[in-house]
């Protein structure tokens, strides 16, 4: 007969092996195929550049939204993100936040227009400056925030809601 203290130490092995695994990927949530996830949403990069409204127009036509970034963890994964696209060079990317209609520093993000979370932001010094007329929020590949013309071409990247 098999050895008892063998199965116990399979057994063992197993519910360590799995238990790890499953808690390495708890915090990640399952996504449709060709989507990333990150904590408890799934994201998706346009092979497309975007003004800002064709941004929140198509990321809505996937049932998703432009992302918004709230954390410092969350803007280091898009930077990973931004990193692996390759059909443009120019990788900045709209963020869902805007200051049209509003002041320099009166920031509201998604499609409720929230005020913008001021517990984490990540503006270059100096930014917003409103050069010329910029009232959309962008991200340069390196993670820092400008804002710029809603006009601009910029990459759409998708956040599940
Ligand atoms: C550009 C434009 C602005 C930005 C400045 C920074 C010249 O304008 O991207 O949004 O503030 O560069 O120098
Ligand atoms: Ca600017």
Partial sequence: MFPI???????????????RSCLSTESDVACPVGWTSFSSRCYFVMQSLYTWQGAR?????????????TTADEN???VK????????SEDKAWLDCTNIGRSLNDWVCGP????????????????????GSEHCMEMYG????????????????????
Wanted: hydrophobic share 40%; proline share 3%; with cysteine.
């Fill in 5 to 19: 203290h063998i199965l116990e130490g399979l057994i063992a092995f197993s519910i360590l092996f799995l238990g």
């Fill in 57 to 69: 127009d198509v990321c809505q036509g996937l049932g998703a939204r432009v992302i918004e970034i």
């Fill in 76 to 78: 280091d994964f898009m």
């Fill in 81 to 88: 993100l931004v990193d692996g696209v390759t059909f443009t």
């Fill in 112 to 131: 409720d227009d929230h005020e913008l979370s001021y517990t984490y932001t990540n503006w270059k010094p100096n930014e917003p400056n409103n050069a």
């Fill in 142 to 161: 390196t993670g820092i925030w400008n804002d710029k013309s809603c006009e601009a071409q910029n990459l759409a990247i998708c956040e599940s809601k």
